[in-house]
């Protein structure tokens, strides 16, 4: 009963996302697939590039579509957050997102209000202390280790990393100097490779397919996401 609920909010989510999209750029996903894992929501979207937008990355250029994206999604977040309370009554208090322009696809996570955690699955073949080990040497080497690192299943494909603490002073006084827009361009590309770079494949038995990320700069905190695939 539980998981059917759960299936259903996961397809009101799906045709919200992709309906409030397609209204805002012009075009939306060919699809959306959700996960809910209470408190959040992770919306995974495929083949979603707008006529606009092709015309910028066949002239190289990607930095304004991010820019663009950036934009759109801070005046979009409370449609999103309405839209989400109305009809699926998921009370959103967060909205974070980040595109692989390559792959036309992008990943928009949703925190919901709720402070329950839900029991997490773990894939037993994972071993937790060395995942944990391995991203906090990834974060040292960007920016520094953060205060603390958890890690959460939202599928069997998607493993989701929050950490919290994890600027510089530097990156923080960039933060007070209203650099926000500039800082997420230049952490997104570094942090990105540098999880490519790392051991964590051999540690979690899969290749990373994509990596999304994005931060709350005034609460000193990050999300990313791992869209995984296992080796043939």
């Known amino acids: 009963m539980v998981n059917e609920k759960v ?7 799906s045709r919200l996302s992709s309906t409030i999209l397609r209204t805002h750029f012009g075009k ?7 996960n809910i894992v ?5 919306i995974q979207i495929r083949e ?4 606009v937008e092709k015309i910028l990355l066949s002239k190289n250029e990607g930095t304004k579509v991010f820019e663009l994206r950036d934009l759109m999604m801070d005046e979009i977040k409370s449609e999103f957050k309405r839209s989400f309370w109305k009809e699926a009554e998921l009370d959103v208090v967060e909205l974070y997102a980040d595109w692989n322009l390559d792959g036309k696809s992008g990943m928009i996570l949703a925190i919901l209000k709720e402070g329950k955690i839900e029991k997490q699955l773990w894939l037993e073949d994972v071993n937790k202390k060395d995942l944990l080990e391995e991203i906090s040497k990834v974060s040292e080497v960007s920016q520094k280790e953060p205060g603390s690192t958890e890690v959460f299943w939202l599928s069997d494909r998607s493993l989701l990393i929050r950490r919290i603490d994890i600027f510089t002073l530097l990156e923080k006084e ?11 361009l230049a952490k997104r590309p570094i942090e990105q490779n540098l999880f490519k770079q790392s051991n964590l494949e051999s540690i979690l038995k899969c290749s990373i397919r994509e990596i999304y990320m994005d931060w709350n700069f005034n609460e000193d905190k990050g999300y990313a996401v791992l869209v995984l695939q296992k080796y043939n």
Do not use: R
Not at 48 to 51: D, K
């Open 7 to 13: 299936k259903t909010m996961e397809s009101v989510v």
């Open 28 to 34: 939306g996903p060919k699809s959306v697939y959700v």
């Open 38 to 42: 209470h408190p959040y929501v992770c």
């Open 48 to 51: 979603f590039i707008s006529p």
């Open 174 to 184: 960039l933060i007070n100097l209203g650099f926000t827009k500039t800082l997420k």
